[in-house]
């Protein structure tokens, strides 16, 4: 017994010790690498199910990750391997035979998807393949026809642009996809840590597309390309003849993976190096977007002003984000309560979500997307994604600083102020009605001084404009946008079918063996140095045009003219912490706004183009070509029913206002001077007069506070509404005097009203009908003769009855009519913040705003005519002292005398 | 009417409507965090050129000239351990008497132990006269070093036993005393372990003139010295060293928080690491910015003939060593104080490495977090009966440094540490961490999440479960505390 116990004590202090001392050992060790993927082992089968080892082959995607995958069901749910083919439709007229890559036609990239009944054979699938392929999972158009069937299955034709090829010659010739294979859903684009990218190219662009696969494995020890066929490692798989796992990597994609196509993206620590303006980074070259935690300043970059810009690129990179988690699958369980969609409204959380192993099997490959500009496929799954508001709470982030939270996310976009800036330069325009002597566009870039590619060009980035977004669910807000503007020659065909002109058609135009053709170096040198210098290269004289459309009807082609589109593309990543966003009041509110902010969209622009409506953004400004041929892009916010304070005016109507202010003045002016001159040529005795107490404190008081309030109201307004002319005051400091006031005014008048209420003093106010025309016109003739004969007032001032019938008048309609529209147009307008919907049925700020302004403008008239006539006292300064102390000299007039004293 | 117009009240009845809503309604600002306005303003130093008269022939002859003006300054720096080279009498779990931890009696992961060594190592110390003995020498008074930290360094330098270099013109040095510099402190801590560079991997010869990107602090328009955070009142400067402490009183270190203070951070997300993450983790990215330090010492290998001496790689005298710069700290869990120092006489671990010094602190103390260290591995001779450390002779008068006899270095050292040497000797692995807190990086250079945190499993520099953490927290969350 006691051995026993003491062995028990001698084991347990020994293995405390060993697991003190194994503890102390990992705190030493280096940091391990953690396991990355639970991947298990598996076969690598040939297409026809057969192990790679065994037969040599390349190997199948689909029978390979088949053995548990259902890839099937991956396949047809998935937008990447789809491309749109499912939704293919040719049209005669428009280009765009599907919503995706494989249909739509892109003007930058230029090349146009030839449908079966076209003239020309432009792209055939083959060669759509070979040149997007890079971009191209595989499977969709890469395996299946247009009609459904397997392109394998296809007889070879030189007429059917799916089975054909235009050759080096531009001759069409017979493609046979039998020999070329297809290539399925490349699963290891996406799922390996590092799929050989060049390799799975080169394959595709040689047409050796069932090679592309197996391709990607190359350069992993796992597979070589032999002289004939394939030679498999056999170190790298099991004696079972299943490749190791840890080999390969099988892991759920990263951002690399998706940088593949979509664009730059840079983990790790390396400066970032950008490929800027080059298509295979489409979002990049399109927007300047770049996915990348490292700061901007840390970059290799050579920016303007880099030392300041120590704000990551990217946020949510720099938070370790993935895309994947937020284009997520559909069905993953871990997103699955937001993917479902529609549930009881009580229901906070769904538990019944798939099991994971049930996920593993038939994951959904439609992966949830948001409703961008510029990608149209798969529209059922628009908005599918986590978006800003799905992770952040805008008001308790903004609450504590940021006035009108509510009417601002109600009207602009987290990302307007989010991405105040792109960094990398983006494409601003593409000009294919010339040919540069290499076969390329006029090309130009923004947010670049010189040639992207240069390492030595300067970037500066730029701001993005801010369009119209309506989103799915019926709500519009402004969102940040690049625009890209393409010009380009079309034609019609034999056929009928309106079509870009080829680009084969376009070089031979304007190419004769590499140099460019003698017509039209003719009419395009217009210095006759015999080169096309760059700012000859541009279609900007009719000669110009008409020799280009001589050389292209040459070719045969009819009906050719130019045109041009202006495509907006939405910018939503890049998004900055709040202390580099917006945060600035005046960023829009003032002159400049980035709401007004307009966008350069050419150097030169051929024709007038037309702004892209294939999406969800509004370009509800004026397209501006200017005589030089610069185009410009100048936003029109108040055509989106977008009213910004301090930035959105109505000139005319200020011009009104401002008017009837001048006009007073001068009236007011013009009065004084006469009464001034007249007064000197009169002899004047001493008026008799006498001391009443007319104004009693509260009346004071209330006068004075209104006085006040008015007069602040009104300087303050003039801030708000103009702040580039008062930048010495804070923007959102005069705003909250401006409602403190209001608020004080509303309460002021409440009360006074109450007061001559309660008082019966109100009908001093109401004028007297009884003989009212006969007593306005006697108190308008004393201002136009009698006051300047120094007449007594027709009507005499006294306790009970302080106001001749035109002051009656007058503040009948400004108590009446200015003072409440001011009171509830402007309750209206702050009430935008809480019932938005009531402000709306008003017609909404638009139209509120500028009718609060002209009110506004009344005011300040009635305040200047108001203190003018307070000077026609028995002296000038007479009536305000009254208003003051309360007691005022007052004319005696003989035969009233009596009834005052009454 | 002289009386006093009334309608002014009303006047300032409408202002006090209008400006006391608004001024109440006003959004506040949260206090901005204004570290600079907490950095000590300091008196001018008197300039003493014309002061100090007389002809100097000694250090002690200089000290008594400064202590007729200065009559506390010798008393007040005696109490400091610039001067004691020990700290408190301290209790810890595996000794039954109090002990004192100090340069003066236990050894380091570098150049041993100073006792029996006092010629050389009594260089850094702010004191003359080691050769009379240490009782002698820390009795009096005239024997504390007031230029070691006052003169221009560039004026003067110490020599044999802590008395100043013959070549020292003390009347100079004398005149150009003032208040302390990073060059006076840098003297020994910045070239402490005998080169620039050796021990701290945070303090090198390349903050004498440091940039904003070398420290963020003594570099670039701050130009901080040491004593704007190391305050000092009496001569009692704040800061404590682990290597030379068990625990240290919070109220004696300094802090980041000195300056810092408030929400330091306008990043929420920042704000919830600090907790568990100290300032420096963050803030100083890497050990050796400039200077490299040295990681590695192994002393098994001194002595060798034939072997080319080499300052970064083998000196005869010292050993094999290997430095390292601009790298990566060692990260640990660290509540401010030791979990062990090794003593005089302590049994080394036969299985594996010998602390010199083990940071305390676990995922579970709710004072510990994680940061930064520098981690010296050395290889130490041993006693191999009596199972502890042995410190040599190895500059004093025929210590290993003269004959490069081990033996015979233990035997001289054992009646001077009153530890006996049984005569067999070996070397055996130890281990010492050193705080990293200088060389501070700006907010703008600090590490970022992905210097730790990866969504796709890439290692960080945080080794998360040698932590304690079951994984990357930032997808298994943070550590729980009571």
């Known amino acids: 017994m006691n051995l026993r116990l003491w062995a028990v004590i001698v084991g347990l202090l020994a293995s405390a010790s060993a697991l003190t001392s194994s503890a102390a050992r990992v705190t030493e060790s280096a940091p391990r690498a953690s396991i990355k993927s639970l991947h298990p082992d598996f076969a690598l089968l040939d297409a026809n199910s057969v192990n790679v080892l065994k037969s040599g082959q390349g190997v199948s995607t689909t029978r390979t990750c088949g053995q548990c995958h259902d890839t099937n069901f991956i396949s047809s749910h998935a937008f990447h391997v789809d491309l749109g083919l499912r939704s293919y439709a040719p049209s005669r007229k428009t280009w765009n035979s599907s919503p995706g890559l494989f249909g739509e036609w892109d003007p930058l990239r230029y090349r146009f998807l030839t449908q079966s009944g076209d003239e020309r054979l432009d792209l055939s699938t083959a060669e759509w393949l070979m040149l997007n392929g890079k971009r191209v999972v595989g499977g969709g158009p890469a395996t299946t026809s247009r009609s459904g069937k397997p392109l394998t299955i296809l007889k070879s034709s030189v007429d059917d642009p799916e089975t054909s ?32 990218l060049a390799a799975r190219m080169a394959a595709i662009r040689a047409g050796r597309f069932s090679d592309a696969n197996t391709a990607s494995l190359l350069g992993l020890n796992v597979v070589e390309a032999g002289a004939r066929g394939w030679t498999w490692n056999r170190a790298a798989f099991t004696a079972g003849g299943f490749v190791e796992s840890k080999v390969l990597q099988i892991q759920a994609p990263t951002n690399a993976n998706c940088a593949g196509c979509h664009g730059e993206v840079h983990p790790g620590t390396e400066p970032l190096n950008l490929h800027a303006g080059d298509l295979d980074y489409p979002q990049t070259a399109t927007t300047g977007q770049v996915i990348s935690s490292q700061r901007i300043n840390a970059s290799g970059v ?21 895309c994947t988690d937020c284009h997520y699958a559909p069905n993953n369980p871990a997103h699955v309560t937001v993917a479902k969609g ?146 380009y020659w079309v034609y019609e065909d034999a056929n009928g079918n309106k079509r870009p002109v080829r680009l084969a058609d376009l070089q031979a135009a304007f190419l004769d063996g590499g140099a460019y053709a003698a017509d039209i170096v003719t009419a395009f040198d217009g210095n006759h140095d015999g080169v096309i210098g760059p700012a000859e290269l541009r279609i900007d004289t009719p000669q110009k045009e008409a020799a280009v459309k001589a050389r292209l009807a040459k070719l045969g082609l009819q009906h050719v003219r130019i045109e041009g589109q202006v495509q907006p593309f939405s910018i939503n990543h890049n998004v900055a912490r709040g202390e580099h966003a917006l945060n600035d009041c005046r960023a829009c509110h003032a002159a400049g706004s980035r709401v007004t902010q307009g966008m350069s969209l050419a150097g030169f622009a051929p024709v007038l183009p037309v702004f892209d409506t294939n999406n969800n953004v509004t370009g509800s400004g004026d397209l501006i070509r200017q005589n030089d041929g610069a185009l410009f892009y100048r936003p029109g916010p108040i055509r989106d029913a977008v009213y910004v304070f301090g930035a959105t005016r109505l000139g005319w109507l200020d011009g009104l206002g401002a008017l009837a202010f001048v006009a007073t003045l001068f009236g007011v002016i013009g009065h004084g001077v006469l009464r001034y001159l007249a007064f000197k040529k009169r002899p004047h005795g001493h008026a008799l007069t006498r001391r009443l107490h007319i104004y009693d404190a509260y009346r004071r008081f209330w006068h004075w506070l209104q006085a006040i309030s008015i007069v602040i109201l009104l300087l303050t307004g003039l801030v708000i509404h103009r702040p580039d002319l008062f930048d010495v005051f804070s923007f959102s400091a005069v705003v909250s005097l401006h409602n403190i ?39 308008a003739k004393y201002y136009v003769s009698g006051i300047f004969k120094g007449e007594p007032h027709p009507f005499e001032k006294s306790p009970d009855d302080r106001m001749n019938p035109l002051q009656k008048l007058t503040y009948f309609g400004v108590l009446n009519v200015l003072l409440p529209l001011q009171i509830v147009t402007g309750a209206l307008m702050w009430g935008v913040q809480k019932w938005p919907e009531v402000a709306s049925a008003f017609g909404g700020l638009p139209v509120l705003a500028p009718f609060h302004s002209l009110v506004a403008w009344l005011f300040a008239s009635f305040i200047l005519g108001h203190v003018y006539l307070t000077t026609t006292g028995a002296t000038p300064l007479e009536a305000i002292r009254g208003m003051v102390t309360g007691d005022e000299e007052i004319e005696v007039h003989e035969e009233g005398d009596g009834d005052a004293m009454a | 009417m002289s009386r006093f117009p009334r309608w002014i009240f009303g006047l300032m009845a409408i202002g006090a409507l209008v400006l006391i809503p608004f001024i109440y309604l006003q959004p506040r600002k949260p206090e901005a965090p204004d570290a600079l306005a907490r950095v000590p303003v300091k008196r001018v130093h008197v300039d003493h050129h014309d002061i100090v008269k007389g002809v100097f022939k000694t250090g002690q002859d200089v000290t008594r000239t400064c202590l007729v003006c200065h009559k506390d300054a010798a008393a007040e720096l005696m109490k400091t351990t610039h001067w004691t080279w020990e700290s408190k009498a301290v209790t810890v779990p595996w000794r039954r008497e109090a002990v004192t931890i100090g340069k003066i009696n236990q050894i380091n992961n570098f150049c041993i132990g100073a006792q029996g060594n006092e010629n050389k190592c009594m260089t850094c110390h702010a004191g003359y006269g080691w050769e009379a003995g240490k009782a002698a020498q820390q009795a009096n008074a005239e024997n504390v070093d007031c230029l070691a930290c006052h003169a221009d360094p560039a004026i003067y330098g110490k020599g044999l036993f802590g008395n100043p270099a013959d070549s020292v013109d003390l009347a100079a040095a004398a005149r150009s005393v003032r208040a302390t ?74 802090s980041c928080e000195q300056c810092h203070r408030g929400k330091v951070h306008k990043d929420e997300r920042i704000g919830t690491h600090l907790k568990s993450v100290a300032c420096q983790t963050c803030h100083i990215t890497a050990i050796a910015r400039e200077e490299p330090t040295k990681v590695h010492w192994d002393w098994s290998k001194a002595g060798e003939e034939g072997r080319k001496d080499d300052h970064y790689t083998y000196l005869k005298i010292k050993g094999e060593f290997s430095y390292e710069s601009n790298y990566t700290p060692t990260y640990l869990w660290f509540n401010g104080n030791n979990e062990y120092r090794y003593l005089l006489g302590d049994p080394i671990n036969r299985k594996g490495p010998t602390y010199i010094n083990k940071p305390a602190g676990s995922i579970r103390d709710p004072k510990a977090r994680i940061f930064p260290f520098k981690l010296h591995v050395a290889k130490q001779p041993f006693d191999k009966v009596n199972g502890y450390l042995l410190q040599p002779v190895t500059a004093g008068k025929d210590g290993f440094w003269t004959n490069f006899n081990w033996n015979h270095a233990f035997e001289l050292a054992a009646p001077i540490t009153g530890l006996a040497y049984s005569g067999q000797y070996d070397f055996t692995e130890t281990y010492m961490y050193w705080a990293t807190t200088h060389m501070v990086q700006a907010a703008d250079e600090a590490l970022q999440c992905d210097a730790c945190h990866s969504a796709t499993g890439k290692p960080g520099r945080l080794d998360w479960t040698a932590l304690g953490y079951p994984g990357d927290p930032i997808k298994w969350g943070g550590r729980k505390l009571p």
């Open chain 1, 165 to 196: 090829l235009l050759n080096a010659a531009g001759n069409r010739t017979a493609w046979n996809w039998s020999a070329s294979g297809t290539m399925e859903p490349n699963c290891f684009l996406c799922h390996l840590e590092r799929p050989n």
């Open chain 1, 741 to 779: 006031l209001a608020a004080l005014l509303v309460i002021n008048a409440a009360l006074s009203l109450f007061y001559h209420l309660a008082t019966e003093r109100l009908q001093e106010y109401i004028p007297r009908p009884y003989g009212f025309f006969d007593d306005a016109i006697t108190q």
């Open chain 2, 181 to 254: 510099t990073r060059e006076n402190c840098g003297k020994c801590h910045f070239d402490g372990g005998g080169g620039n560079g050796v021990k701290h991997g945070d303090l090198d010869e390349s903050l004498y003139f440091p940039g904003r990107a070398l420290d963020v602090h003594m570099g670039g328009k701050h130009n901080l010295q040491c004593s704007d955070c190391h305050l000092t009142r009496k001569h009692q400067i704040l800061g404590r060293m682990i290597a030379d402490n068990y625990t240290i009183d919070p109220a004696e270190q300094v």
């Open chain 1, 302 to 322: 050579n920016f303007a002003g880099k030392n300041q810009l120590t704000r990551s690129w990217d946020i949510h990179a720099e938070r370790q984000l993935q």
């Open chain 1, 342 to 487: 529609r549930s009881p409204a009580h229901l906070r959380y769904d538990p019944r979500s798939l099991d994971i192993d049930k996920y593993l099997q038939r994951p959904d490959h439609d992966l949830a997307r948001g409703q961008s500009a510029q990608f149209h496929v798969a529209p059922e799954y628009k908005g599918t994604m986590r978006r800003c508001e799905n992770c952040h709470d805008a008001t308790a982030s903004h609450g504590n600083w940021l006035p009108y939270v509510e009417t601002h996310m109600a009207a602009v976009a987290c990302e307007s102020c989010h991405i105040p800036k792109m960094y990398a330069p983006a494409i601003q325009s593409y000009d294919w009605t010339v040919l540069k002597v290499d076969g390329k566009p006029v090309q130009s870039y923004r947010g670049v001084n010189g040639a992207p590619e240069d390492a030595r060009s300067l970037v500066t980035g730029f701001e993005p404009v801010l369009l119209k977004r309506t989103n799915l669910d019926g709500t519009s807000l402004l969102a940040p946008y690049n625009l890209i503007t393409t010009f």
